[in-house]
């Protein structure tokens, strides 16, 4: 008896098949990575809380109507100018130098290695002593604030801080059109982000976004990592979301 | 005959395409990996601004978007922007329960580092967008991201 083989089957129509199913799914595919301006709200206030005095020299006051025009630091100025304005408000009392002192410009403090080591042995010998957990987490944290201080130290040298208080307040009317908010945001955003670029150009040679970028690659608490740290230290991201209300609904 | 044989010799043979279906796969499957189906239709009209100064939002779970402008039929719903939560319109009211409900979806651990990204439409005026933002903070959710295009930093 002769064994019947079986017909093989022909694949010559694979490819279109294939072919088929790859144009449908190159149509359907949408590549949309979502990327944008990252922000942090912040938390909401009970009503009878009162608001803390700042020193009207401590902040920079961005105000734009519903015509989307600008009232910075109550002058009018375009929005072009806004961050060469920003930058000097953050820089304008020194980073690394005595420069005098700006009036209507926060003062720069000099942060300096003996005092910051003064303050982490004291936070070390309270945490020995702290009593219970929540006491302990607490000088944890304000520790960690000094430690990152004694990193910028190292790496970038003797520095002057903005106070604490310090900020950027962005005020926007009901009125303001979108577009113009987030091109305002984006212009206080990118004078930050120039001086860290100035800053991590001169200590490391790359710009900040490759000095995040190689951060982000390496481990955490590697050298990259702690130079990413030293410089968001030397020039923190000082940009509030304000309350909202209105400015100028004329 | 030998003549013969030399002359058939000299011809060059067809490409082989063998090995086509296997490139054409390949392809396939690379974009059915990479395939998102689109989870809602959009409603409304997005026209994103553009800035520089972007971050990528990584962890596509953990993001949830609220999507703000006009809608894309004015005969029906008039040309006032609108807001779309999922696949429905809907107000500012609606946002506390969305919020708590997409929480629910992610892991415990995981609820505070989930993000709101905003996509507005350029053109939109910032009362609703302000009634938004605080809304999402009284509901505790303090991260957002307002989702635009990539442009050149201005000199």
């Known amino acids: 008896m002769s064994r019947r083989k079986l017909p093989e089957v022909d694949a010559g129509s694979m490819a279109d098949i294939a072919f088929l199913l790859l144009i449908f799914f190159l149509v359907t595919t949408t590549m949309d990575s979502d990327e944008g301006i990252l922000r942090q709200l912040p938390p909401p206030v009970p009503e009878d809380q009162d608001i803390p005095d700042v020193k009207q020299r401590n902040v920079y006051v961005v105000l734009v109507n519903a015509q989307d025009r600008l009232l910075v630091e109550d002058e009018p100025m375009d929005i072009e100018n806004l961050k060469d304005g920003a930058k000097e408000f953050l820089i304008a009392n020194g980073v690394f130098r005595d420069l005098g002192d700006k009036e209507n410009f926060p003062i720069r403090t000099w942060v300096r290695r003996s005092d910051v080591q003064e303050k982490i042995d004291e936070y070390e010998t309270y945490i ?5 957990d929540t006491q302990r987490d607490n000088y944890r944290k304000a520790l960690e604030k000094w430690q990152d201080k004694m990193t910028a130290i190292e790496i970038a040298g003797e520095y002057k801080e903005l106070p604490g208080s310090a900020l950027i307040s962005m005020q926007n009317d009901k009125g303001t059109t979108y577009d113009t908010y987030i091109q305002v945001q984006n212009e206080l955003e990118s004078a930050v982000n120039e001086l860290r670029d100035e800053l991590s150009m001169r200590l490391f040679g790359i710009t900040y976004n490759q000095l995040e970028e190689k951060a982000k690659s390496t481990e955490s608490g590697s050298e990259w990592e702690k130079r990413l740290y030293a410089v968001r230290t030397v020039h923190p991201q000082r940009i509030s979301e304000a309350e909202p209300r209105n400015v100028g609904s004329y | 005959m030998a003549k013969f044989k030399n002359k058939e010799k000299k011809e060059v043979g067809a490409v082989s395409t063998a090995s086509l279906p296997d490139i054409v796969f390949m392809l396939l499957f690379f974009f059915m990996v990479v395939t998102v189906m689109r989870e ?10 553009y800035a520089s100064e972007l971050t990528r939002l990584e962890k596509k779970h953990l993001v949830d978007y609220i999507n703000i402008g006009p809608p894309m039929s004015p005969e029906v719903y008039g040309t006032e922007p609108r807001m779309q939560l999922d696949d429905d319109f809907a107000t500012v009211e609606d946002i506390p329960a969305w919020i708590e409900q997409n929480r629910e979806k992610v892991l415990e651990q995981e609820v505070p580092k989930m993000t709101t990204s ?5 053109g939109t005026k910032m009362g609703i967008i302000s009634a938004v933002k605080q809304k999402l903070r009284e509901s505790n959710a303090l991260k957002i991201n307002y989702s635009t295009r990539k442009r050149d930093r201005t000199e």
Do not use: G, H, T, Y
Request: hydrophobic fraction near 35%.
């Open chain 2, 118 to 122: 905003l996509k507005v439409d350029e």
């Open chain 2, 40 to 49: 809602q239709e959009l409603k409304v009209k997005i026209e994103r601004p």
């Open chain 1, 128 to 132: 020995a002593n702290a009593e219970d």
